[in-house]
């Protein structure tokens, strides 16, 4: 740890604890120097400073992420490539990560937990931002089963560059695996083996890739082998529309917080002027507008009643 401790030290961080590894890097604990704030930092793998197209994924994955302002949604503080190093800093949530929570016996109540992650989920969803990676390295849960979740698109990375995939991967969807396309149905597979790791343990998630939900209830047995089909079609469409058909509320209610975004700002520019009763595409006239044409119209007349008024004495 002492030889690593001061490999961010020009951007100001300093590593202080190594958390975990996976083929995404390295997660550590650390310490933003100059403001004295403790950070969740990512060293990512070579792979990724080492090519720019590998880069650009990141970064405009990240980018996207950045912009969500959710109480499920870990924030991004900073991400960068230092030297030949590339990082990306987040706010430290509190708790633990789930991998480290399922290690030590599981959430107290997995239901609670299970419905603020689809939330968090949804919340991105609905600006357009999927996950795609959902596991046990990215999803922090604290003491009163809130959810933070971190580390959104990096899949798509992972996609083109198979080095950074982990194939074993259990939460990895069939489409993934496959390369083919992904959607919100393919964190919906995701979700639904977390839904089983949290009741039941790691391995038993693996068993329900293959068809086998024992100790289930029939109900969520369906709801459950309807989001593991290997079709993405068959599945629900969303994590909120899991959530309704669970009947877990509040995790498929509307979600407008981003920041930054005009293409958002245009967006609800748009719903606005969609509403029943408005005529889309034609902005009302303001009062002030409507007033400036009436003394047009005045000073138009006025002075035709002039020219009138002088032909007529001539």
């Given at each position: 740890m002492e030889d690593i401790a001061d490999l961010f030290k020009d951007e100001g961080y300093v590593l202080v604890e190594r958390l975990m590894?996976?083929?995404?890097?390295?997660?550590?604990?650390?310490?933003?120097?100059?403001?004295?704030?403790?950070?969740?930092?990512?060293?990512?793998?070579?792979?990724?400073?080492?090519?720019?197209?590998?880069?650009?994924?990141?970064?405009?994955?990240?980018?996207?992420?950045?912009?969500?302002k959710h109480p499920g949604i870990l924030q991004v503080l900073?991400?960068?490539?230092?030297?030949?190093?590339?990082?990306?800093?987040?706010?430290?949530?509190?708790?633990?990560?789930?991998?480290?929570?399922?290690?030590?016996?599981?959430?107290?109540?997995?239901?609670?937990?299970?419905?603020?992650?689809?939330?968090s989920v949804e919340a991105a969803r609905q600006w357009g931002v999927l996950h795609l990676g959902l596991g046990l390295h990215n999803i922090w849960v604290d003491d009163d089963a809130a959810v933070r979740v971190g580390e959104f698109g990096l899949w798509y990375a992972g996609r083109d560059f198979t080095e950074l995939t982990d194939r074993d991967d259990v939460f990895l969807a069939p489409e993934q695996?496959?390369?083919?396309?992904?959607?919100?149905a393919t964190d919906v597979y995701a979700l639904a083996l977390l839904f089983v790791a949290l009741r039941s343990g790691l391995e038993?998630?693996?068993?329900?890739?293959?068809?086998?939900?024992?100790?289930?209830?029939?109900?969520?047995?369906?709801?459950?082998?309807?989001?593991?089909?290997?079709?993405?079609?068959?599945?629900?469409?969303?994590?909120?529309?899991?959530?309704?058909?669970l009947g877990l509320a509040g995790a498929d209610r509307e979600y407008t917080g981003y920041r930054d975004c005009p293409f958002c700002r245009l967006k609800e520019e748009l719903e606005l002027e969609g509403k029943p009763g408005r005529d889309i595409g034609r902005r009302p006239r303001s009062p002030g507008k409507r007033a400036a044409y009436a003394w047009l119209i005045i000073a138009g007349l006025a002075a035709a009643a002039l020219l009138l008024w002088w032909l007529a004495l001539r």
């Open positions: 590894e996976d083929s995404w890097g390295e997660l550590y604990r650390a310490r933003y120097v100059p403001h004295d704030r403790e950070v969740l930092l990512r060293r990512l793998p070579p792979a990724v400073s080492g090519s720019p197209p590998v880069w650009d994924l990141v970064c405009a994955e990240v980018g996207a992420w950045a912009r969500l900073d991400w960068d490539i230092s030297g030949s190093e590339a990082f990306l800093a987040t706010e430290m949530p509190p708790g633990l990560s789930l991998g480290a929570l399922m290690e030590a016996g599981g959430p107290a109540d997995p239901e609670a937990v299970f419905s603020n992650l689809l939330a695996l496959e390369g083919e396309r992904a959607s919100a038993s998630a693996r068993a329900a890739k293959d068809g086998q939900l024992p100790g289930m209830p029939e109900e969520q047995r369906a709801v459950i082998a309807r989001c593991l089909d290997p079709q993405p079609l068959l599945r629900y469409r969303s994590a909120g529309e899991l959530a309704e058909v």
